[in-house]
Structures are given as structure tokens and as C-alpha cells.
């Protein structure tokens, strides 16, 4: 046997060795129809690219993921980015994509970007641009299809939100070469009419479904219209030109309404709340004034003439009661007194000692004799008594310690 001989392993690595040091192979994007698709529990997709020459295994691992924007389908034409390499254990090479593109979106994600970037140099995106979205809208106008689900679900959450909202609807063209012009006319004849805020925006689809939403003619109809405006372009994963530039974002059709449609039953609550308070604020008030009002009523009754004259008058009534009472209290106490002294004077009262028995004697002058030493023997006297007086002249005196003044007249 002439030659090496090499296991199956060892011819398996050295190609995937050969794979590997290739340049080309590994970074290529491969151009093809999408069969034999098959999503593993695991999150990796397997899957062929078939042409009219030939098929090509490939494989993404589900860490490559999450560039994938769209749901792999049979029979779509995709660009898969990746590298080419052996699978040693069944002896195929396959590719290993890390990106997947639908064909012709490279080009068209490309053109968005530019797109994007020029417009967001000229200020289009500039926040101080948008307008607020009015909260109590009357009248919405909608550019949309006029058939399709979009604008009857916005027609539904309309009505069940409020069904005194007038909706205009303008019947652009979404999809197409002419749908651009189309979405800028229905833009600009709303915006004409003076209504509250605008719905712009269809259902979901691909890329090149969407793309009339990503025109600059588009753009430049939104950022110069006056009405506020809504963007509401496919499922909340798509992304456009028009809501980069309009007022207000949403994700769906349906939540466009919702951003647009204030909820009446919502606004009648709201109303019956500020009535109550309103009602409240104004009971307060009222009593507030009212308490004020008597305060001052109170007041000026307090300050009035003829009360301040009844005033004094009750009180010099009440000031006369108390001097009287005083005076009568004052006579009552100087009676009482005088009484006292009456009764202390005619305790003292020669008289009614001289009703006693006892007898008074003073001298031709007048004087009241209380002492021997007053007389002289032939001195002149005059007894007083109880009922007369006897005039009498004095023989003897005696002088005596203990001789009191009946001892002397009796002596006399």
C-alpha cells in the first residue's frame, strides 16, 4: 500500500482546516431561496439556500439572533453573511450565517440610514419641533388605506372611546411607486382643515411594504404640516422615516387611536371630580364669607351708636344701683354706729347717774366739783339730782383717801 493513511477525522480537520484559513470564505454573504427552514426548540434555525445551480447547507445559532428583523420563510430570497466551514462529524460544510438580510433590503436598509442621518442633520428630528398632541381632540383626520385592517381599527377604538370624535379620512395609497405622493397630498389636504392632530400610517409588512414611510417627500409633508401628527406605521418593531419626524410615535394603528381618542367616559368622570370640587371650593367659600360677614355684622352692632348709648345707659343704671346700695350701706353702718355711741354716751350720761341716786355738785362758776381740794369752808354749792337742785353751802371739808364723791356730799 503506497501513501499515508489518515483516519476520517484527521481528512474532516485538515479541510476544516483548509475552510478556515481561507480568507474568503470566512466572511461571505451567500445570495439564495430559502428551504427545508426549520426553527429548534434549542432557538438555532437550519436551513438551505438553493439557486438554479445548486443548494448550500446553513445554519444560525440562536447568539446570532438578535440582528434577525423578519420570520424565515420558504421561498424567500435572502442574503446570508457569514462563513463557509466543515462539520466534521458528518463531513459537510455548511454556512454558519451571522446576518441574514430579505434581498433587496440591504440596499433599502441603506438608503433609510442615509435618509435618516441627512435628516437629522437639518434638524428634523430636533425635539423643540414637535407640537403637543391636543388631549380633548374633536376632529382626527386619518391618511391611510381606505380598505384594510388599520383604518378599522382605528374606526373601532374610535367609537368605543369616544363617539362624539368626528374622524376625516383621506384614501392614500400606502405601497407602491406612488404611494408617496399620495401620503404627502392626504398630509397636506388635512392639514388644510384645521383639525386637532392627524393619524399617518398603515398595517404591518416587509421592508419594501413600509417604504413609502421612509421617503423624503413623506418627511418633509409631516415636519411642515401644522396639524400635530401621529406616526403609526406597521407593528411596534418596524421603524420609519415619518416617526423619526412626526409629533408622536406609535406602535400600532390601534395605539394610535388611543393616543389620539380621549376616552369620554374617562373625561365624565374627570368632569363629575372637578364639579365636586368646584361645588366644594365654592360651599367653603361661602361660609368663609359668611362667617366674616356676621363678624363684621357683630361688629359694627358693637360699634353702633344707639347700642353704645344703651351701653352707657345700662351701665349708669347699674353704677346709680351700686352707689345707692353703698349709700345704704354706708347709713346702715353709721347708724349702727351712732347707735353705739348713743348707747356709750348715755352710759356716761349725768343724768342717769343722777337717776341712780347719785348727785352732781359744782361751784358758783359752773364748775364740776370732783375733789375736796376745789372748796373752801363757806364756798357756795349747787347739787343737782334727779329732780331739782338744792343750793348749798359747804361747813366742812374732809379730806379722805377712799371718800368719793357721795362721801363729800354727804360730808356737805
Known amino acids: 500500500m503506497a501513501g499515508s493513511v489518515y483516519t476520517v477525522g484527521q481528512v474532516n ?37 438553493k439557486d438554479s445551480s445548486g443548494v448550500l447547507s446553513a445554519v444560525m445559532f440562536a447568539g446570532n439572533r438578535k440582528g434577525l428583523r423578519f420570520q424565515m420563510r420558504e421561498g424567500q430570497q435572502v442574503i446570508a453573511g457569514g462563513s463557509v466551514s466543515i462539520y466534521e462529524r458528518d463531513g459537510k460544510y455548511q454556512l454558519y450565517a451571522r446576518e ?3 434581498d433587496g433590503a440591504g440596499d433599502l436598509f441603506r438608503q433609510f440610514e442615509e435618509l435618516r442621518d441627512r435628516l437629522m442633520e437639518m434638524g428634523m428630528f430636533a425635539p423643540e419641533y414637535k407640537q403637543p398632541i391636543s388631549r380633548y381632540a374633536r376632529r382626527v383626520g386619518v391618511v391611510t388605506a381606505s380598505t384594510g385592517a388599520a383604518i378599522r381599527d382605528i374606526m373601532n377604538i374610535s367609537y ?35 383639525l386637532d392632530c392627524m393619524i399617518v400610517g398603515r398595517g404591518g409588512g416587509s421592508i419594501e411594504d413600509l417604504w413609502a414611510f421612509n421617503s423624503e417627500e413623506v418627511a418633509y409633508a409631516i415636519f411642515h404640516a401644522v396639524t400635530p401628527v401621529i406616526s403609526a406605521v406597521g407593528h411596534e418593531t418596524d421603524v420609519t422615516i415619518a416617526d423619526y419626524v412626526a409629533d408622536l410615535r406609535a406602535p400600532t394603528p390601534s395605539a394610535a387611536a388611543e393616543l389620539a381618542v380621549f376616552d369620554y367616559r374617562q373625561f365624565e368622570q374627570e368632569l363629575a371630580g372637578f364639579r365636586q370640587r368646584l361645588v366644594r371650593g365654592q360651599e367653603q367659600h361661602i361660609r368663609r364669607y359668611r362667617d366674616r360677614t356676621e363678624a363684621f355684622r357683630l ?48 352710759g356716761q350720761s349725768p343724768l342717769k347717774k343722777l337717776g341712780g341716786g347719785y348727785v352732781y355738785a359744782r361751784d358758783r362758776k359752773g364748775e364740776a366739783l370732783i375733789s375736796v381740794e376745789q372748796v373752801t369752808e363757806g364756798d357756795g354749792l349747787t347739787i343737782l339730782m334727779r329732780d331739782g337742785r338744792i343750793e348749798a353751802k359747804v361747813e366742812e371739808k374732809i379730806p379722805d383717801d377712799i371718800c368719793g364723791e357721795g362721801r363729800m356730799e354727804r360730808q356737805v
Open 13 to 49: 480537520g485538515y479541510i476544516k482546516n483548509m475552510f478556515t484559513q481561507d480568507f474568503a470564505l470566512r466572511n461571505i454573504y451567500v445570495k439564495g431561496e430559502v428551504s427545508n427552514c426549520k426553527y429548534h426548540s434549542s432557538g438555532h434555525i437550519y436551513f438551505t439556500l
Open 100 to 102: 441574514i438580510t430579505l
Open 160 to 194: 368605543r372611546r369616544n363617539p362624539y370624535v368626528q374622524l376625516y379620512l383621506y384614501p392614500a395609497l400606502v405601497q407602491g411607486e406612488y404611494a408617496p405622493a399620495s401620503i404627502a397630498k392626504g398630509i397636506e389636504t388635512l392639514d388644510g382643515m384645521g
Open 299 to 346: 361688629k359694627l352692632a358693637l360699634y353702633n351708636p344707639q347700642y353704645q348709648i344703651a351701653q352707657k345707659r345700662q351701665y349708669l343704671s347699674e353704677l346709680e344701683d351700686r352707689i345707692r346700695r353703698g349709700m345704704e350701706q354706708r347709713i346702715l353702718a353709721c347708724r349702727h354706729r351712732l347707735g353705739l355711741q348713743a348707747a356709750r354716751l348715755e
